[in-house]
């Protein structure tokens, strides 16, 4: 017996006497050839109580330096929002956390009714008519719309605006490799997608096309210029796919708007915790036509035998566990805890705040980059005057890794290092920096105190070294 | 949990239950133009001119038509909706091959130290060792309880270690190069694996279930070819039980110079008992909402980690944790054979705290215990449900014993009696429990898939066994009961046929 | 919460709904001899022999007969439990002068920051400056609030704070030389205000009141005597009613030498809009747990601070805060005409970080629109029960217009219809509404006392006055049904006399 | 509107429609009289969002050296015992957190079968009968057993041993001042109730007699000696008021075997957080013949109209809200939520589980005493023989105060200063060292490394000071 288990010496001799075996080893043992049966104990530490595992998850805890530690412009595609702190009671409740995917709807209908709202409001934000219950997170959710396209058009090549973010290009990579599509990148050109090389790439064999609002170095781009472009080559068109920031959505265009024929993106700054990376939830919408292609759960609206309102899991045919190797996904498992937080927090937000807070970020965000341009040594990587809503890119003129240790040292985490996440050579001494309704003007104010002395120093001491 | 005989007439008020009462009403519904929960913080920089920061042409127009709500309409609209959801933590949930085990709420409460909950996942190794290192000793764990030497947990989801584990097939396949173009795999299997199959560029071939349960041999032989890239299986399998003929299989499959893959959705009968690795697999995933307590939230999150062999390692998505020689753990981006990656950052770190909390809990005896008492309790189950007036109509589908799960027959509850399987799962709705997995694995007629797990006790066994009995007798005398059930449920059966034919997935505007 | 006419034959196990299937089994009644769901931590330090560190006739011969039971047993008994309640977050709890008011989960989050959740009672003030300038902020806070300079936050709950709030009354007169005997309190006062003044050693002379709901003057003048130590005054009163005479009547009360002390469980009223201190009140407690959103808990834990004017300040409680030169806030137990402790400690500070996060999450604009909101909902609701079908009934016992609660009496409607508040309470359950305060206060025939809160909105309104209504007209054609509501509870009225009579208080062991 | 009230201003117009006035302003109008309006804002700060509030909370938190934070041997009445996180978790549910008391029995079955399981555990921790569902807390739990006390005999004395706690004794001086009954303390000796005193001051008079067990030094008491005693003293005797250690009762003798009549307590180590003090809850157990003269909320079981096992509030003839003036508490609300804490607690702890901590606290406490006693400079208070379970009195040959700073600085609080605390001359250079099981060895032998070298150095500095 662990603590989990509960079955008495008493217990097991009443068990055994009912199956009719003389011990737990002869059900194994009669079940499990010899070869394969694990002889010894398995070499991993002996287990403990409740309290010291705490201890221990504690201690390795207290070695990361969170947001909670320190002032931190990080985002690149995970953001420091601010979660109410009634998401974190809704998820900790046990009729949310604990069922399983539902598959038994009469006991399901609160879980149903949730993907239905979130549906709902994926929907409303994305401007777009229909939207699944969640994928597992971002990047995937690009690739699961290139697979989608894919089946729906069947051709051959995937054209990617290098705004993407660089784990969306390459997970759209690994997926492509396997179903055979080809990817081919487009450059920017001042920050944005370049409008000249978009329009050269798109052709009859393209199956989609993928842009990213904002952009992965936070620029906005003109969502309605890049889809009306992808859809003026002539032909049928590739299906236009945009990864977008869905907390900007109360201020940018929608992308169902702006043409765009399928909306993904990554969730977690909708009410979910940084978590390191995960879980969140990757969100998918697109146009109607799309519908019976879509991957993942879907709830719809429906009635019971006596009339009363009720919801299910419904088209179910796209999905493997119905049509095994023609279903239009493998996904089972997906983020409906997640999900669920999305539209608390999207609820919490309310049609005022998701636009209040964009502002807010964008003014935040436009502060942030005008003072931190103003800087010795600091410059926009591309335009000062492109629009950015929460997020820009800096170059600066002293090594990032070294400015951003110096930052460190006093408590701040200054953005993320462009170079490391793309390897492109154009990314050398970029710096993106993020900007939620957590950082203050106060906090903004020193950022620019110590970014400044960080690259007046590591100058000076490149200087000196040189 | 008793029984209880209630036959009121479709659609009478009379009988209504308070959640039945209650009509389903959506968040959109609620609340008035104007109300608000979220107060925005000041601006508290100089205001701007919006058209200056952001042309017009980019700017919404109209603002998203979310909720107008204050925060207690939120609080209870979602509490009451919770209410209308059966979940673990209030009753037997026997679902065959998910594996409702207890979820420790230790691990939320890890989970959510902010060192773990608000550590950004670009923050720079050097200030994330105690993430990196609790990833490194979840991977060693991993590597110990598969007999895989090494691991990526980037997966998000068993499919999603499936879509790994397919891709490293044919990378490894592809750097030796052949493409091979087949995957085998059981009728029994899972319905990922053919999906994951398909959607990796290959084909799927089923292989037949033997009488016993198991892969029918001469079947592979036939089929074990040069084109095969893999065999996919689940062992022991959908029918909870374990193939006897495995080291033959494994030979076979190893013969053809194809690799075998280990789906790990049953994973929780062998913990400390039997390794995959060492029957002969390359590739394992492992489901962490399933054998490693983390909770199933309604159809996810989960976490889908992946071991493999010395042969197959080379291929691991990127990134992966490395131990400096200084003993650091960093993040190796750098690996010139790896397929890539299968989703952003470095996978669900919050599944990972959860089971490595569960793991060092347990500790070696702990998840042997576990896996013991899974299977215990999953015959003992079995032994009831195969005593009289039960095993006339639900006889066992294969095999006399099982590991954690087994597999009825509704064939001749349904010939006999005339109830089907559906209707017996509905009626145990109106006993207050979850009913077992139904109509899968789809070569058993009428099939009911029962796993109880470790975490339950004897009573539940007994009173869900209970339960059973009195459904079937209740049926011998008055079929029309069950076939009508449920009647205690916050809604009764719904219509599918038309959800599906005239799709309603969100709220009009 | 529609209205649903459901009538059963009592006792029909054809109609019983899934909770009331559920037999109640006590923890005591779960689990086996050997569970266990506690392991404890390693003996890391030498062995020893028990009878030598604690000789045997100190030692306990047989274990207390605690559950035996496993993790997942408790989990589920206690949610299961759980859902036999009916909660704040689920429903409308008009419950009058409870004040059941919204409930932030933000302030759970912030009591829970181990900075104040782990702070050990006896920390050095010097190292634990948060938590005692927290204090001192809510001290500030509700001294501006009541209008009243001193504040002790020690009481543990709105009676603790009485029994202070008389002994320091007692300990004023006692230092200037008179020990009064008398307390004067109206009939409509709140039980625990007689309750406390006998504890305190003083006898309680009750006061009449007029028709008009307030205390009558000439009662008063009659009674206020130089014996008169204090008068208790809930002020609106149990009524929901603002005494217009309080200004003469402060001046009564203090032209005798007594004092006046304020019971604030009906604060939420005024806040902002009128303050105790401004009305002459020498005493104030308030209920953190009522005004300040400290969620009840199922009766408990609150938190009763106490604000005094500067002549009752010597008296209060130890310790005191205090600031010191360099800013710092120490413990004054150093004050030689204290009444002395009222409890370890310094009281439920818990509950003054919720408190103290409410009063800042709403500042000065969000208290007094609170009380603003809290009294626009009692009225519109009192409006919506004045209407047609239910004023000939359940017609307002004083006043025209109510401030945060009014007072129904039920006496037409028993004599009319039959029925009796408790009926139409229990009536009301199967609406899915928890039903106001009954019988209470006692001056009011058939009491109904309804204070909807400021956090309930107006549809929440609309649909309880409907159900009133629907309750009265389902009474007109039948008061049977209403006679032997509720139908759909976990358990239907339940004997009190029986249990009184053979008290079954504890489980056999 | 703030973010709890949702009163738009149409709800406004058609709510000041109904109910006949022009505005809210007017309803205050017209009842509250012109000279008790203030007319003026609050002076208080501006309300804040979520989020700032909760900066705020985490700010002052921050400012908080908590057990979290260091080494903790602090104790004296609330100790640092792990709370399991399941009783976070039900806590933390809405049906639990946020009910009134159970006054519809109907839809109250959780909370009143909560009480009465843990009226139950009570019951058979302290070996009494009857208990009730909770009072405030310890010290004023003994003051409303004194009051029961006088109820019952209406004598004038209480005897009251110097090894009750403190805060119990001054807290029992506030309460008897008031309903007239002299508190007379016995001293101890050799850190125990001195037996001769005790008996001396005991007569016809007395009305109850005190002590603690484990008392406030640590010590255990010989409880049925104290009872004994006071039994024998001729003619009835006086009611005999143990306020007992919970956590200490699977391995000390319970009161009700010892002989106690009524045992009451501090529930803070079963399950609840420290709290800086509260809130916790107190416990109250008696003998039979105090059922009806109990203070508090008593849950008794019953049956309803179809004979279903259910659970109500009984004895309410004792209570306030009917009793009124001859009601035999004031007490309305208490610690319900708290004492749930404590039964899940115990159910968690398990019938072997408090024998087994009790054990483990016993040796881990000894092995402390043993090597802090062993130390320069540092001795029993008492005597280092003297049987103790988790906490123990120790005499520092130098200035405590100073002592403790000198730990501090190590990450050490190593317990408290028993005559701050006390403020008897007797206790001065005591430190009062409480052991939980969250205290490993490890941590014992770190405070006896820091403690050692800080009595070592602060004696030294003395001595250079002299
Ligand atoms: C046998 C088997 N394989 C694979 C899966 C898919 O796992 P996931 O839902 O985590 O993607 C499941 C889940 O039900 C399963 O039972
Ligand atoms: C008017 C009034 N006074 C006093 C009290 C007692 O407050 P508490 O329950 O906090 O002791 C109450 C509680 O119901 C009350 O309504």
Not at chain 1, 129 to 145: K, M, T
Not at chain 1, 182 to 191: A, K, M, S
Not at chain 1, 314 to 320: A, D, G, I, P, Y
Not at chain 1, 379 to 398: K, N, T, Y
Request: charged share 20%; proline share 7%.
């Amino acid at each position: 017996m662990s603590r989990y288990t509960a079955t008495t010496p008493a217990d097991l001799q009443v068990m055994l006497d009912a199956i009719g075996v003389g011990s737990v080893q002869e059900i194994f043992d009669r079940q499990i050839p010899a070869p394969v049966r694990l002889g010894r104990p398995l070499d991993l530490p002996a287990g403990m109580p409740e309290q010291d595992v705490y201890e221990h998850l504690r201690e390795l805890a207290q070695r990361n330096v969170s947001a909670e530690d320190e002032l931190c412009f990080l985002g690149a595609g995970m953001y420091d929002h601010y979660v109410p702190a009634l998401v974190d009671m809704l998820m900790e409740r046990s009729e949310f956390l604990t069922p399983y995917t539902p598959y038994q709807p009469e006991i399901s209908q609160g879980g149903l009714q949730v993907m239905f709202e979130y549906q709902t409001a994926i929907s409303e934000l994305t401007a777009l008519p229909v939207a699944n219950a969640s994928v597992y997170e971002g990047p995937s959710a690009v690739a699961s719309a290139g697979y989608m396209a894919w089946l729906h058009n069947g051709r051959s090549r995937f054209v990617v605006s290098a705004g993407l973010h660089p784990h969306s290009i390459a997970t759209l990579r690994t997926y492509a490799h396997g179903f055979g599509v080809e990817v081919v990148e487009i450059p920017l050109r001042e920050g944005v997608t370049d409008p000249d090389a978009w329009v050269q790439a798109i052709d009859g064999d393209v199956s989609a096309v993928f842009f990213a609002q904002p952009n992965f170095y936070g620029a906005v781009e003109d969502a309605a210029a890049l889809s009306a472009a992808a859809k003026a080559t002539g032909g049928k068109p590739p299906v236009v796919i945009a990864q977008v920031d869905p907390l900007t959505l109360g201020i940018l265009a929608a992308p169902g708007d702006c043409g765009v024929d399928v909306a993904v993106g990554e969730g977690q700054s909708l009410g979910n915790r940084l978590d390191f990376g995960g879980p969140s939830f990757g969100f998918f919408a697109a146009r109607e036509e799309f519908l019976r292609r879509m991957p993942g759960r879907i709830a719809g609206e429906t009635t019971d035998v006596d009339g009363r309102r009720g919801f299910v899991l419904t088209l179910q045919t796209r999905e493997q566990h119905i049509r095994r190797a023609k279903a239009t996904s493998n996904i089972c498992t997906s983020q409906a805890l997640n999900a669920l937080a999305g539209v608390v927090y999207l609820s919490w937000l309310g049609r005022q705040g998701i636009v209040a807070l964009g502002e807010l970020m964008l003014a935040r965000t436009h502060y942030a980059r005008q003072r931190l341009t103003a800087l010795d040594g600091v410059q926009a990587l591309h335009s000062v005057s492109q629009p950015v809503v929460r997020e820009f890119a800096l170059r600066l003129d002293a090594d990032v890794k070294a400015v951003r240790e110096r930052c460190a040292a006093h408590g701040i985490n200054p953005g993320a290092d462009l170079f490391a996440l793309s390897g492109r050579e154009e990314d050398r001494g970029g710096l993106l920096v993020a900007i939620t309704e957590r950082r203050t003007r106060a906090d903004i104010d020193r950022l620019v105190e110590v970014l400044g002395v960080a690259v007046a120093s590591e100058r000076q001491s490149q200087a000196v070294g040189a | 949990m008793s029984a209880a005989v209630k036959t009121p007439p479709s659609g009478s008020q009379l009988n209504e239950t308070p959640l039945q009462r209650e009509p389903a009403v959506t968040i959109f519904e609620h609340g008035a133009p104007g109300r608000r929960a979220f107060q925005c913080p000041a601006l508290d920089v100089p205001a701007f001119d919006p058209d200056e920061l952001l042309p017009s042409h980019l700017r919404r127009a109209t603002p998203p038509a979310l909720p107008e709500i204050s925060e207690p309409e939120i609080v209870r609209h979602y509490v009451r909706l919770s209410k209308r959801n059966f979940d673990l933590d209030s009753g037997f949930y026997p679902l065959g091959s998910c594996t409702m085990k207890h979820n420790p709420r230790l691990h939320e409460r890890v989970a959510a130290l902010p060192g773990h909950a608000r550590l950004h996942p670009l923050q720079d190794p050097a200030r994330a060792q105690g993430a990196l290192e609790l990833m490194w000793n979840l991977e060693r764990a991993l590597a110990e309880i598969s007999g895989l030497p090494h691991v990526s947990l980037q997966p998000s989801a068993g499919s999603h270690g499936e879509l790994a584990g397919v891709l490293l097939t044919r990378a490894y396949h592809e750097d030796r190069g052949e493409m091979r173009h087949k995957v085998l795999t059981p009728d029994t299997s899972h319905g990922t694996n053919p999906a994951t199959v398909t959607m990796a560029g290959l084909q799927v071939v089923a292989l037949a279930t033997n009488p016993d349960g198991g892969i029918d041999l001469e079947d592979l032989r036939a089929k074990a070819d040069s084109d095969v890239a893999c065999l996919m299986l689940t062992n022991p399998n959908t029918l909870g039980l374990f193939d006897p003929n495995i080291v033959e299989i494994a030979e076979i499959v190893h013969g053809v110079g194809a690799t075998l893959y280990y789906d790990g959705a049953n994973l929780n009968a062998v913990m400390g008992l039997s390794r995959p690795g060492d029957m002969g697999f390359d590739i394992v995933h492992f489901n962490l909402h399933k054998s490693f307590t983390q909770p199933h939230g309604g159809g996810g999150p989960g976490s889908g980690p992946i071991a493999v062999s010395e042969r197959i390692a080379p291929y691991l998505p990127v990134p992966v944790i490395v131990r400096d020689e200084e003993g650091n753990f960093v993040l190796d981006h750098d690996r010139f054979k790896s397929i890539g990656r299968l989703r952003g950052f470095q996978g669900n770190y919050g599944c990972f705290v959860r089971s490595y909390a569960y793991i060092r809990s347990l500790g070696a005896e702990g998840l042997k215990d576990a896996s013991e008492t899974a299977v215990l309790n999953a015959n003992y189950l079995l032994a009831r449900l195969q005593q009289e007036g039960v095993a006339e109509y639900l006889p066992l589908a294969y095999g006399e014993l099982c590991l954690h799960e087994f597999v009825l027959s509704g064939g001749p509850m349904k010939r006999e009696l005339g109830l089907k399987t559906l209707d017996l799962a509905k009626r145990l709705l109106d006993h207050g429990f979850h009913p077992p997995t139904v109509y899968f694995p789809l070569l058993v007629e009428e099939a009911l898939m029962v796993e109880p797990t470790e975490t339950e006790t004897r009573e539940t066994l007994d009173a869900f066994a209970a339960a059973i009995a009195a459904i079937l007798r209740e049926a011998a005398e008055d079929p029309e009961i069950a076939r009508h059930a449920p009647y205690t449920t916050p809604v009764r059966r719904l219509d599918e046929v038309a959800a599906a034919k005239h799709p309603v997935i969100r709220q009009a505007s």
